[in-house]
Nanobody, 124 residues
Framework: QVQLVESGGGLVQAGDSLRLSCALS????????MGWFRQAPGRERELVAR????????SYVDSVKGRFTISRDNAKNTVYLQMTSLKPEDTAFYYC?????????????????WGRGTQVTVSS
């Protein structure tokens, strides 16, 4: 059974950086496209970044372009989200998700496996 476990969240100040990690177990990581989603209280879940099986096809929501970088290490079964220049509006619960396909989808409903998430709080 595929499981995803996120780590790396925390409380930081505006302008700081964080790196989130998500480790996949119980499956062949290199066969999955991966996505990072976030959800803030009272808001819908949104796709922050996604990456294809071979680290291609990366894309980002406009609000994080130039500040966040998604990457993956297939040898370590891990996907990362490097977040820089953090803003209070980045405060949310961050989830990683896996989709058994080559190219990552923009639809959360296409992702079959989800982690339990990690909280990121950015103070002003």
């Amino acid at each position: 059974q595929v499981q995803l476990v996120e780590s790396g969240g925390g409380l930081v100040q505006a302008g700081d950086s964080l790196r989130l990690s998500c480790a996949l177990s119980g499956g062949s990581f290199s066969m999955y496209a991966m996505g990072w989603f976030r959800q803030a209280p009272g808001r819908e879940r949104e796709l922050v970044a996604r990456i294809g099986r071979n680290s291609g096809a990366t894309s980002y929501v406009d609000s994080v372009k130039g500040r966040f970088t998604i990457s993956r290490d297939n040898a370590k079964n891990t996907v990362y989200l490097q977040m820089t220049s953090l803003k209070p509006e980045d405060t949310a619960f961050y989830y990683c998700a896996a989709d058994f396909t080559f190219r990552p989808s923009s639809l959360s409903s296409d992702y079959k496996y989800w982690g339990r998430g990690t909280q990121v709080t950015v103070s002003s």
